[in-house]
């Protein structure tokens, strides 16, 4: 009964036969997804509410036999209002933007080693530009001195031609960028953040502020001071919600999951969540980390979700406890081989329009631990919540940018596989848009 729903589940979600085989071998995968306190049921949309199945996601192929493949990023380049795409990667290093809805794909420019993007009008031109680090040359096991450039690239905007790229910083290791207002509301302000120190994996990592200058035409860099050097290997940046006036970010690293915030003096405010993954031998900690919001049907209203340790194999899942102040860590699952299972983002946001986020896993692989798995939080018969797994990918998949690509009002999500040379070169490193189709 529960295998024969579990494949109606899965030929809605258009997988193929081998795909379903697949999906039914993991069936007590799934059926090991943890349990936690839940409430009564509040309403959510008809096909929400009755349906145990995720929507139906429109696969479209935006490019395949990549060279490359890192990051995307959904950003309107060419201020249509439709989110288009931006791909880079550390093993070639073209920055590509492929135009939304024919995705015809525009080169942006090549830079050795691209790895982080973010985006912002920075010089105010009503054309969005890209943040982007790059440069990694031998980081993170055998980083140089010169090994870590942060740059933003202007729009050229209507007329098109050359992306110009204006130097920001230089900061070796440099493996995220969050823009923001950490510690006034008065300027635009850049936390870089290395995956390593300088010295290597054992390093501490050296947080790095950068304020916009008053001219970010002419500036040869951006003012910058380090304000934090407490933690090692950082691999998730994302932001963090706090209520106040300020913004903060939670850090995935090998202190495990932490909100960092500054004051309005530049020093760190950290409050830690959990320690993430302590049992492997190579790295400890965490790797990413998302947050997701849940409505009052649960006994509480957000949850984290991470992939542990850094490159790690271990769904993990931090949930409150009853005052709020402290966090329970429960392991959702350990996808196979260490090396050969690497969970490399997790995202969060409500597809099914229930007013519950689910959260995407995004798998590098190899196969056939790779793709895209979808978890939704429900509650079970004894009023528990559990989260329903649904692999809706298997091509490899480095990150996952989340948009609503078409317009209709329902979140859509794009993903690049993942080739990095030294790290893991996906056997096919694709660009897929997957348009959220509701019910249909
Ligand atoms: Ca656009
Ligand atoms: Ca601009
Ligand atoms: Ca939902
Ligand atoms: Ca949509």
Not at 229 to 248: A, K, Q, R, T
Not at 288 to 294: D, E, F, P, R, S
Not at 339 to 366: I, N, Q
Not at 411 to 422: Q, V
């Given at each position: 009964m529960i295998l024969d729903n579990h494949i109606k589940q899965l030929k809605k979600t258009g997988m193929e036969p081998l795909r379903v085989l697949a999906s039914i071998i993991r069936l007590p995968v799934l059926l090991c997804a943890l349990v936690i306190l839940g409430m009564p049921y509040l309403a959510a949309p008809a096909w929400a509410q009755d349906s145990p199945n995720p929507p139906h996601f429109e696969k479209i192929t935006v490019a395949t036999q990549q060279t490359d493949g890192y990051w995307v990023e959904a950003v309107d380049i060419n201020n249509d209002n439709k989110p288009d795409l931006v791909t880079s990667g550390l093993t070639v290093g073209k920055v590509v933007w492929y135009e939304n809805p024919t995705w015809e794909e525009h080169d942006i420019t090549q830079l050795p080693k691209p790895v982080a993007l973010a985006q912002d009008d920075i010089d105010g031109d009503g054309w969005t530009d890209i943040f982007i680090s790059h440069d990694y040359g031998g980081c993170m096991f055998n980083c140089g001195p010169e090994d870590g450039k942060i740059s933003w690239l202007r729009n050229p905007g209507e007329t098109g031609g050359e992306w110009d790229v204006y130097h920001i910083g230089d900061l070796v290791a440099t493996h995220r960028l969050q823009l923001g207002h950490f510690t006034t509301k008065d300027e635009l302000e850049l936390l870089a953040v290395p995956?390593?120190?300088?010295?290597?994996?054992?390093?501490?990592?050296?947080?790095?502020?950068?304020?916009?200058?008053?001219?970010?035409?002419?500036?040869?860099?951006?003012?910058?001071?380090?304000?934090?050097?407490?933690?090692?290997?950082?691999?998730?940046?994302?932001?963090?919600?706090?209520?106040?006036?300020?913004?903060?970010?939670?850090?995935?690293?090998?202190?495990?999951?932490?909100?960092?915030?500054?004051?309005?003096?530049?020093?760190?405010?950290?409050?830690?969540?959990?320690?993430?993954?302590?049992?492997?031998?190579?790295?400890?900690?965490?790797?990413?980390?998302?947050?997701?919001?849940?409505?009052?049907?649960?006994?509480?209203?957000?949850?984290?979700?991470?992939?542990?340790?850094?490159?790690?194999?271990?769904?993990?899942?931090?949930?409150?406890?009853?005052?709020?102040?402290?966090?329970?860590?429960?392991?959702?699952?350990?996808?196979?081989?260490?090396?050969?299972?690497?969970?490399?983002?997790?995202?969060?946001?409500?597809?099914?329009?229930?007013?519950?986020?689910?959260?995407?896993?995004?798998?590098?692989?190899?196969?056939?631990?790779?793709?895209?798995?979808?978890?939704?939080?429900?509650?079970?018969?004894?009023?528990?919540?559990?989260?329903?797994?649904?692999?809706?990918?298997?091509?490899?998949?480095?990150?996952?940018?989340?948009?609503?690509?078409?317009?209709?009002?329902?979140?859509?999500?794009?993903?690049?596989?993942?080739?990095?040379?030294?790290?893991?070169?996906?056997?096919?490193?694709?660009?897929?848009?997957?348009?959220?189709?509701?019910?249909?």
């Open positions: 995956v390593v120190g300088s010295a290597g994996v054992e390093s501490p990592v050296p947080i790095t502020l950068y304020t916009k200058p008053e001219d970010v035409l002419t500036a040869d860099k951006w003012p910058s001071k380090i304000v934090d050097e407490s933690f090692h290997i950082i691999h998730g940046v994302v932001p963090y919600n706090s209520g106040e006036e300020l913004d903060s970010v939670l850090l995935a690293s090998e202190e495990g999951i932490n909100i960092f915030s500054l004051d309005e003096t530049h020093n760190p405010v950290i409050k830690p969540i959990g320690t993430g993954e302590l049992g492997q031998v190579d790295f400890k900690g965490s790797g990413n980390v998302a947050i997701g919001y849940l409505t009052e049907k649960f006994p509480f209203d957000h949850y984290f979700p991470t992939a542990e340790p850094f490159h790690g194999n271990t769904i993990a899942l931090y949930t409150p406890t009853g005052d709020n102040q402290s966090y329970e860590r429960k392991v959702m699952y350990e996808f196979g081989p260490v090396d050969e299972s690497v969970a490399h983002h997790v995202v969060t946001t409500d597809f099914d329009g229930d007013g519950d986020d689910e959260f995407l896993l995004a798998k590098r692989g190899s196969r056939p631990w790779q793709g895209v798995f979808y978890y939704d939080p429900i509650l079970n018969e004894n009023s528990k919540l559990e989260f329903k797994m649904t692999q809706l990918s298997d091509s490899s998949t480095a990150r996952i940018a989340i948009a609503d690509f078409n317009g209709d009002g329902l979140k859509d999500f794009a993903t690049t596989g993942y080739y990095t040379a030294g790290y893991f070169l996906a056997d096919n490193s694709e660009v897929l848009v997957f348009l959220n189709r509701g019910d249909d």
